[in-house]
């Protein structure tokens, strides 16, 4: 391992310990299930990060996790934890095949927890407090026996404090006496707020000189993030948290923001060094799109909404000093400025949005207030770009420079019925039909699905992928669809946004399209449509030539004599 430190000399310094429960604690969340290679690939990406522990899972728990620990991978910074509990009451240390299948799991560190309230021990596992302090001193004794570093998590810790304050640090000391190298003080119900936390840990750290104290804390009342900080300033000097906040309930304390907090706010050092900083938006990314799960576009950092301005005093003070409405520099963390278009936008934004599409208009272009009035009328209409930037994309260039017209649609039909299935089960099934013009080239396809946006989607890929090869990898990634009943009495409009991504390409990343019409088929055509012309323009031109390299072959539809509109 490099850059570690001994856990005595942790609590001196300006040095904080990270300890990730992404794939134990993380785990927990409804929605998520990890599989043996999740755990081996997220493992290593927490390793290339500079994290000093990972948690693995509890060995004996599932066969995931010991299929886990069965083919553990190779970490190079990180020490692999295995989580266990205490003996059981009634069970020896020596004969407790839970805790033996933690001592067994071959890694170098364990990670015990134990309760630390009396009133947990006496109602959740029924022996006295006097019991629960023998389990403590017999399984950690234990651990260190086997030459296992052993880290004391003392569940229920911060309510067990508040209401026997002697008996909580009495089961730190007896964890601690028995050779715990961090004594991890717990808010397992989350619902200790900071102030409390911060306080506690002063007195934890008073009356225990020379322990290492670590937190841990659940986000039951939205503060996770808030109590670890309070505690690091009280005196903790490890954090034990989850990637994008994973875990049960509300979730845990969230690592991609404590650790551009502690670093670059704090002036805290982690085992994270600069460049694994910028790898933060890159990771928290990688983990939604592992779990199917769309990223969070709020998420404090890396959200694709942490750096965006919308309002157009902001992009303007922006562009003159980025100070104004950013609190750090968004490539920092690996994040970038976002200068989002909406019917609040300025001449300002749409210049610096525009600039960033590698579009290059004079601030004095009459061109530009004709885009500004036509953003803010379809709007008005219904369609959100500010959540749609590839379909803004488009309306700009059309409206701004000439814009290949890679085909054009002649008609669409789209019909449904009710039929039995091969079980007899009374299923609907939707029938797609599109027939459209390539370059003069007639081209009629038809498609059958569950659902009548799959089978559109399915009757299109079928009727352009002989002209357009480079639509090969897209995907659909995520499909909404919103109901915008603006006028009593009126006909409800309905917003379909689609995100979708290129299989073949990922550094394309995800776009954004929408769609609007008073009837949902519609509305998902237009998503769809500018879904695919976005992805054809991209193998053609900037600012997406990132994506040109890798063609072999280029559609042959582009190869010439393209129809330029507007």
């Known amino acids: 391992m490099t850059d570690s430190i001994p856990a005595s000399a942790a609590p001196s310094g300006r040095r904080i310990v990270l300890y990730d429960t992404t794939l134990r604690d993380g785990a927990q969340m409804q929605g998520v299930d990890f599989s043996v290679l999740d755990k081996q690939v997220i493992a290593a990406e927490l390793d290339r990060l500079g994290i000093d522990y990972v948690e693995g899972g509890w060995p004996g728990a599932n066969p995931t996790d010991d299929a886990f620990f069965a083919n553990k991978p190779a970490l190079r910074h990180a020490t692999l934890t295995a989580f266990g509990m205490t003996r ?4 020896s240390a020596a004969n407790d095949p839970g805790l033996g299948a933690v001592l067994h799991a071959g890694t170098a560190a364990v990670c015990l927890v134990g309760k630390a309230s009396h009133l947990a021990a006496e109602q959740a596992l029924g022996i006295t407090a006097a019991e629960n302090l023998e389990l403590i001193g017999d399984s950690l004794a234990a651990a260190a026996r086997n030459g296992r570093e052993v880290l004391f998590d003392a569940e229920h810790f911060f309510d067990g404090y508040k209401r026997n304050p002697k008996y909580a640090l009495s089961c730190l000391r007896r964890a601690w006496r028995e050779g715990a190298s961090w004594l991890v003080l717990c808010d397992t119900n989350g619902g200790t707020l900071p102030e409390e936390i911060s306080a506690i840990v002063r007195a934890v750290v008073a009356a225990l000189p020379g322990a290492s104290i670590g937190i841990h804390t659940h986000n039951d009342t939205e503060t ?19 990637l994008n ?19 670059l706010k704090l002036g805290y050092h982690t085992g994270v060094s600069d460049e694994g900083l910028r790898r933060l938006t890159e990771l928290s990314h990688k983990l939604d799109e592992r779990l199917n799960r769309v990223p969070n576009r709020y998420a404090a950092y890396v959200g694709n909404n942490a750096f965006a301005h919308k309002a157009g005093l902001h992009a303007a003070a922006v562009a003159r000093n980025s100070t104004t409405y950013e609190h750090i520099a968004p490539e920092r963390v690996g ?3 976002h200068i989002v278009v909406s019917n609040q936008a300025g001449r300002a934004n749409l210049l610096n949005r525009l600039r ?9 272009d009459p061109r530009l207030p004709v885009l500004l009035e036509l953003l803010k009328r379809r709007e008005f209409e219904g369609y959100a770009y500010d959540g749609a930037e590839a379909s803004f994309a488009l309306l700009a260039r059309r409206t701004l420079e000439e814009m290949p017209e890679f085909y054009s649609v002649v008609s669409l039909h789209a019909s449904e019925e009710q039929c039995r299935d091969e079980k007899g089960a009374l299923v609907t099934l939707s029938r797609a039909t599109v027939r459209l013009d390539v370059q003069g080239q007639a081209r009629l396809a038809a498609a059958e699905h569950a659902g009548s946006f799959m089978a559109l989607n399915m009757a299109f890929r079928e009727a352009l992928l002989p002209d357009f090869p480079v639509l090969q990898g897209m995907r659909l990634a995520d499909y909404q669809v919103r109901v915008d009943a603006r006028q009593e009495g009126a006909r409800p409009l309905i917003r379909v946004v689609i995100n979708s991504h290129d299989l073949d390409v990922p550094a394309l990343g995800r776009w954004s399209t929408v769609g609007v019409s008073a009837d949902l088929f519609d509305a998902a055509y237009g998503a769809l449509n500018d879904a695919i012309i976005y992805r054809l323009f991209c193998a053609l031109s900037e600012p997406c030539a990132e994506a040109d390299a890798v063609w072999t072959m280029r559609p042959a539809a582009l190869s010439g004599g393209i129809n330029i509109g507007h």
Do not use: H, K
């Open 88 to 91: 059981r009451p009634g069970r």
């Open 224 to 242: 996770a993030v808030a109590g670890s900080l309070a505690a690091v300033a009280a005196g903790a000097r490890m954090i034990q948290g989850t």
């Open 245 to 263: 906040g994973l875990g049960e309930r509300c979730g845990n304390a969230n690592l991609i923001s404590l650790i551009p907090t502690l670093m």
């Open 335 to 337: 994040n970038r400025r």
């Open 356 to 364: 960033e599409m590698g579009i290059a208009v004079a601030a004095d």
